[in-house]
């Protein structure tokens, strides 16, 4: 390349310029992804149902709450883990909107 003409030079510079810009959004869409509202609604439901501000649900990110599990891209929740949580009562009807629970 130490002979290539500059314009072949700053054209290939810009390729990868693009690509580097490419792959950064594709990473800030990402980070950027929300749980889906649906499944947020869910969370708040079982919430109000069984307390569960113990368990510090209501703030941030659904994916960071104690017991909360999402699917890799942080959209839909995919477990619930509840064991020693101290929550008591039936399991509202809601649970089944979930829109990627697996495991319960």
Known sequence: MAGAPVKQRVF?????????LFYLSAL???????VNPT???????????WGAN?????????????GVFCDPTGTKVMNLLL????????IPAAIGSFTGLEQL
């Open 54 to 66: 113990t368990m510090n649900w209501g703030t941030g990110d659904p994916c960071t709450w104690t």
């Open 12 to 20: 290939r510079g810009g390729r990868v310029l693009v690509l580097a």
């Open 83 to 90: 064991q020693a949580t101290n929550i008591a009562g039936t």
């Open 39 to 49: 499944d947020v609604g869910v969370l708040n439901s079982l919430s109000a149902a």
């Open 28 to 34: 800030s869409n990402h980070v950027d992804a929300a």
